[in-house]
């Protein structure tokens, strides 16, 4: 291929990131996962705390894996990207909750709490 065709699709101008933006998100990644670990192997905290602390480091790390591995960002030619990535999170949203929904409701409607496993065993 040509780098004319490369430059047609936007794929060799794009920038892919330096040995500097790798390092750094590396080592913010090693940061926080040696963070969360310390957070429940220390055990400091409550647990409330400690899952409210895992959950915030958690999302603290899937941003920096985000920003500086995948490159999703702001700029002018990530922004398609970064549109496409958050629309794929919110239907994968929506599909988990909406299974959790309807199996949550299956359970409560499958058998009445009242009746026990024998009584529903004689039934037959």
Same mark, same amino acid.
């Given at each position: ?40 192997? #220390? *055990?400091? =905290? ?9 959950? $915030?480091?958690?999302? /603290? ?26 629309? #794929? *999170?919110? =239907? ?9 929904? $309807?199996?949550?409701? /299956? ?18």
């Amino acid at each position: 291929m040509s780098n004319d065709h490369l430059h047609a699709f936007g794929t060799a101008s794009t920038s892919h990131g330096s040995l500097k933006g790798y390092l750094s998100g590396f080592v913010l990644s090693l940061a926080l996962t040696f963070a969360s670990f310390a957070a429940v192997m #220390s *055990g400091r =905290l409550p647990q409330g705390k400690a899952l409210v602390v895992i959950v $915030v480091l958690c999302v /603290a790390q899937l941003i920096v894996q985000l920003v500086f591995f995948l490159h999703l960002g702001t700029s002018r030619d990530q922004r398609e990207n970064t549109a496409i990535f958050l629309c #794929s *999170g919110l =239907l994968i949203a929506i599909i988990v909750a909406g299974s959790l929904w $309807v199996m949550h409701n /299956a359970n409560g409607n499958m058998m009445p709490t009242n009746m026990t496993i024998e009584r529903a065993k004689t039934r037959d």
